[in-house]
């Protein structure tokens, strides 16, 4: 299955009526997922878009309800990306409307995607989920405890290329490596554990 027309890497900048740099990147990327992304699960060509501020996921697939978190950055992402609340982190490990994540890196330059990788969500499980401290009694939400992903103790096949150094990857091979581990879905949170731990061996 390949992709009806090229794909653009670029922003469209028009998209974006907002003045802060954030807020502006935010709203490119988010216009370039719903305009370009696909479902890796069922190949399905677009996906929707969650109303702003939603808690949970930003985007929907309507053909099989797979859900997606998008969190972007200029540089590349290192061993830890910074996630919600911990504890609502770790209850949603279990649930059957877990997001995806999707992880992009732009240049802020050219305005264009460099890369875009997926982690399923049957790679989330609580060893990956890392506390951080609470904030300080000065902070605004004064004792929130946050979290952190950290993707050093992810697998390589748990991330999966959709565009990498900007090259947009064929469509039917990300469609084959997500297949690839949708067993995993089937295990129960322990013997996912054990068997990422595995994977993470084989991988060294």
Not at 18 to 42: F, I, L, N
Request: hydrophobic fraction near 40%.
């Amino acid at each position: 299955m390949r992709y009806p027309a090229p794909v653009k890497l670029g922003f469209e900048e028009s998209q974006s009526l907002y003045t802060s740099g954030t807020q502006k990147a935010r709203a490119w990327t988010e216009a370039w997922v719903s305009a370009w992304a696909y479902c890796p699960h069922c190949g399905n060509v677009k996906m929707s878009q969650f109303p702003n501020n939603s808690p949970l996921a930003d985007f929907l697939c309507g053909s099989c309800s797979e859900e997606f978190e998008l969190k972007s950055q200029k540089g590349k992402f290192g061993a830890k990306v910074a996630a919600g609340a911990y504890k609502t982190k770790c209850e949603r490990l279990a649930a059957s409307n877990n997001p995806n994540l999707l992880l992009m890196n732009y240049n802020a330059k050219s305005l264009s995607v460099v890369n875009l990788l997926i982690v399923p969500k049957h790679f989330f499980v609580r060893e990956i989920i890392e506390e951080r401290k609470p904030l300080a009694a000065t902070a605004r939400r004064a004792g929130w405890i946050g979290s952190n992903i950290v993707l050093s103790r992810i697998p390589q096949s748990g991330k999966i290329h959709i565009v990498k150094g900007g090259i947009v990857r064929p469509k039917d091979i990300v469609l084959e490596e997500w297949q690839k581990t949708l067993f995993l879905r089937n295990e129960s949170p322990e013997t996912r554990g054990w068997l990422l731990d595995v994977m993470k061996c084989v991988d060294k």
